[in-house]
């Protein structure tokens, strides 16, 4: 294998910010490695779009990724992960590896009841992304699915210890408590920034599955079966690409990424597009 | 005056379903009319996209409205009436009422202390299209502007009596409550939902501006003007147009109307761009 192909960067991207959450898994998994983020902030939101705009936004934001030369593709994106999926891997020959597939399996690991509970947008609730990929992962079981979309403002936010979002926590997980699932999957990028109120709702029992550190785990063993981990000593690097660059941006991306966030790019939607046609 | 003329509908647009707030107070002040809304809520949220493509996409939705022959067009989103009424107005032989004219005038009128706070969503925010507009009409007033991100979300979900949208309110209002504001501008379609408890936090005293009752007024005000009021004395009927139907479509939309809405059509993207290019 050649030396150079392992030290080629990891690209992740994602509709907007919240994907920041997973380069953090990323980088505290994999310290060595260069990680090329790409943040499609001026087309966020993907949930609210059809299916065939998220397919095409998804393959056109991979091949921006795919020009910076990446060994592996993350889409840290569960909207873009539960249908872009197929397409992607279709069109790339490098690895891709999402959300919807890494957490559900770390969580088909952790459960020992057999019930699990999944939250997240309303679009991928209403999707049954989650739910689907577990009982196909094992039939037996019992998934109960819940919609939180106050969450997402909350997070951006960064009202972590509002009691304000302890009330709206008690009011969405109450169900999900009450059905006493053992673990319970953050099926949203945003909700790991809302973990310690999630936790304490739920209790101390409950495990709660961070779909950011499934991904990280899921990303370190592609990159060993592929041979293609770096063996750099050095500190890994994150250059950060975004397609608009919103006045909350540094606030929020710092609260999600745990520490300020440097080298950040704006590049053209076209450019984006265009990426796709080459 | 042509009879027909005065029985055309009135035209409303919005990015998505907050615009149905002010069509609620049309119909409460002009019961007679019909109207065409249409809510571009494939494109939603417009406050995160550039100016120019705010513009281009308001000059579509517009030019679809026009093409329903309509004798007026009423701008029921804040963002594009903060940047692309002058653009509607080049481009429409029709008037354009927008919501930051139409609300600013009248809290103008309302304010007696010259203290006047405005709220609305990040980006309204930022624009400082209140301020600018309301400083235009009078250099003298004490503008005190806040941003609220989580009221949007909260009155989608509906959390009307939820103690936790109490708790939320008295964090964003302490401020503009501290500084003695007399009157407090709604500066988003969807804030009218938490009007209660908006004046609970702000007390009694203060004057709230519902921006769907301000451009309400306006419109009945051109209508007399141009002399285009209807003369029927039948009920107005609303026929609604939408870029996507969500999920949630129906539910938020009952609750933004406060009757359950009917005649709901979807139209491709595709159809509101190309109406712009006829």
Not at 33 to 62: C, H, M, W
Not at 150 to 166: K, M, Q, R, S
Not at 215 to 242: K, M, T
Request: proline share 4%; glycine share 6%; charged share 25%.
């Amino acid at each position: 294998m050649n030396f150079m192909e392992k030290e080629k960067p990891i690209g992740v991207f994602d509709s907007g910010i919240g994907g920041l959450t997973v380069v953090k898994e990323i980088m505290a998994k994999l310290p060595n490695e260069r990680i090329i983020y790409f943040g499609d902030t001026a087309r966020v939101p993907y949930g609210s779009k059809s299916n065939e705009t998220v397919i095409e936004y998804s393959l056109q934001d991979a091949a921006f990724l795919v020009q910076k030369n990446v060994k592996i593709i993350v889409v840290a994106c569960n909207t873009a992960s539960s249908v872009a999926i197929p397409a992607l891997r279709e069109r790339f020959n490098v690895p891709v590896v999402g959300m919807i597939e890494a957490g559900s399996a770390y969580a088909a690991k952790e459960t020992i009841d057999k019930k699990i509970g999944v939250i997240g947008t309303r679009s991928t609730i209403t999707n049954r992304s989650y739910s689907k990929e577990l009982r196909r992962i094992n039939p037996g079981f019992d998934v109960f699915e819940k919609a939180c979309p106050l969450f997402v403002p909350l997070a951006e936010e960064g009202w972590i210890d509002h009691n304000a979002t302890l009330e709206i926590a008690e009011e969405y997980l109450r169900e999900l408590k009450e059905l006493s699932v053992d673990t319970l999957l953050l099926g949203c990028t945003h909700y790991p920034i809302l973990k310690p109120v999630i936790q304490k709702v739920m209790g101390e029992k409950v495990k709660l599955i961070d779909s950011g550190v499934a991904a990280a785990q899921r990303v370190s063993s592609e990159l060993d079966r592929i041979g293609l981990r770096s063996n750099s000593n050095g500190l890994g690097v994150v250059s950060y690409y975004v397609s608009d660059i919103p006045s909350t941006f540094e606030k929020v991306a710092s609260l999600f990424l745990g520490k300020p966030v440097s080298h950040v790019t704006k590049v053209d939607t076209e450019t984006i597009i265009k990426s796709n046609a080459q």
